[in-house]
């Protein structure tokens, strides 16, 4: 039973930082490329960042370019976020979620989502 569960959210002040990690289970994590997805009250589900199974292929949204880093430790099964010079446009629920293959920015192709954490970026 693949399990995916996100931890690192909370309330952060405009300009701060934060680090979301995605532990993974029953799965081979290294064959899954992850992403991560966001969704703020009222509007779409949206694409932040995605890693290839190696990590060496990553790929962001461009409002995220340059504030968010996407990363994974396939030793530990896990991914992470890191979230840098925060903005009220990032507040939101972040999911992760996994694939077999190839890394993609469209949700709807992502077999395995986690249950979300909430992140909260105060003015």
């Known amino acids: 039973q693949v399990q995916l569960v996100e931890s690192g959210g909370g309330l952060v002040q405009a300009g701060g930082s934060l680090r979301l990690s995605c532990a993974a289970s029953?799965?081979?994590?290294?064959?899954?490329?992850m992403g991560w997805f966001r969704q703020a009250p009222g509007k779409e589900r949206e694409f932040v960042a995605a890693?290839?199974?190696?990590?060496?292929?990553?790929s962001y949204i461009g409002s995220v370019k340059g504030r968010f880093t996407i990363s994974r430790d396939n030793a530990k099964n896990t991914m992470y976020l890191q979230m840098r010079r925060g903005g009220g446009q990032d507040t939101a629920v972040y999911s992760c979620?996994?694939?077999?293959?190839?890394?993609?920015?469209?949700?709807?192709?992502?077999?395995?989502w986690g249950q979300g954490t909430q992140v909260t970026v105060s003015s």
């Open positions: 029953g799965l081979t994590f290294s064959r899954y490329a």
């Open positions: 979620a996994a694939r077999e293959g190839r890394l993609k920015n469209d949700y709807l192709i992502y077999d395995y």
């Open positions: 890693i290839s199974g190696s990590g060496v292929s990553t």
